[in-house]
């Protein structure tokens, strides 16, 4: 499978920054052995998109509601989302968490509605830095999972420890390897054969200088890039520095 290297823009950009990106990463897709998606804000989905339009490079938001539409001010509905013509969502990042208080079971609807709306849902799984140094983040990262994903779910995993978002601390190849592994055993018990082809990917603090010793791990589906992803040039590194897929 190719690998899926994703840029999360979070609260960053302007329809100057997705019209360069556009055009360097049209060009340059087709040259490329992963694929490609791009979550602006909201605000630039559909622009993003256009611009986009006849290449293989997908574009996402960044959340969902999970109601389809209603009295949720300041939201929006998955369907929206994909009528502006994203194909991607996602969800339950740390910073929603933290930030909106979003619990695991409002991720676990927020899946679901994503799925109703023909989305993928990219759901965000990770422990912060005191769960990490008790030597929980295995049984919070499993935990997280359990209760976020729907029964009919079908997606991509990111793994995101929260203390190397943004801070250029990343975890081992070991570390790395150890977690991928776990999730892998959690979404095969509970989906079976489906649940051993969903990509899991990695999230925080990926910079060209570190993509390719990360993307080397088999265990790694591709990469969830945050502030990297703003630089057209690195994250054009970051994605040259995928693993050609299997044969
Ligand atoms: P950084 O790549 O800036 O560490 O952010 C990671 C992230 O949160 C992507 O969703």
């Known amino acids: 499978m190719r690998q899926i290297i994703v840029g999360n823009w979070k609260m960053n950009g302007t329809?100057?920054?997705?019209?360069?990106?556009?055009?360097?990463l049209r060009e340059a897709a087709p040259g490329l052995?992963?694929?490609?998606?791009?979550?602006?804000?909201?605000?630039?989905?559909?622009?993003l998109?256009?611009?986009?339009?006849?290449?293989?490079?997908?574009?996402?938001?960044?959340?969902?509601?999970?109601?389809?539409?209603?009295?949720?001010?300041?939201?929006?509905?998955?369907?929206?989302?994909?009528?502006?013509?994203?194909?991607?969502?996602?969800?339950?990042?740390?910073?929603?968490?933290?930030?909106?208080?979003?619990?695991?079971?409002?991720?676990?609807?927020?899946?679901?509605?994503?799925?109703?709306?023909?989305?993928?849902?990219?759901?965000?799984v990770g422990e912060n830095e005191a769960e990490q140094l008790a030597g929980r983040a295995e049984a919070?990262?499993?935990g997280q999972l359990a209760a976020?994903?729907?029964?009919d779910f079908s997606g991509t995993i990111a793994y995101e420890p929260i203390w190397a978002i943004g801070t250029g601390r990343t975890p081992t190849p070991e570390?790395?390897?150890?977690?991928?592994?776990?999730?892998?055993?959690?979404?095969?018990?509970?989906?079976?054969?489906?649940?051993?082809?969903?990509?899991?990917?990695?999230?925080?603090?990926?910079?060209?200088?570190n993509a390719r010793e990360i993307l080397a791990l088999p265990e790694v589906g591709g990469a969830l890039v945050g502030g990297a992803s703003l630089d057209p040039a690195e994250f054009l590194a970051i994605a040259r520095a995928a693993r050609p897929p299997d044969r």
């Open 140 to 142: 919070v990262v499993v």
């Open 49 to 124: 998109v256009a611009r986009l339009a006849g290449s293989a490079i997908g574009v996402g938001g960044q959340d969902c509601h999970s109601a389809a539409s209603g009295a949720h001010t300041g939201d929006i509905a998955a369907g929206m989302l994909a009528e502006a013509g994203a194909r991607y969502v996602i969800l339950g990042h740390s910073e929603r968490r933290a930030d909106h208080g979003e619990t695991d079971a409002m991720v676990r609807a927020k899946a679901a509605a994503a799925r109703a709306a023909g989305l993928t849902p990219i759901v965000c």
């Open 175 to 209: 570390d790395v390897i150890a977690m991928h592994r776990a999730i892998r055993a959690c979404l095969a018990e509970r989906f079976g054969v489906a649940g051993r082809a969903f990509p899991i990917l990695y999230g925080g603090s990926v910079k060209a200088a």
């Open 148 to 151: 976020s994903l729907p029964e």
């Open 33 to 47: 052995v992963c694929d490609l998606v791009l979550c602006p804000p909201a605000t630039l989905i559909a622009a």
């Open 15 to 24: 329809a100057r920054l997705a019209a360069g990106q556009a055009e360097i």
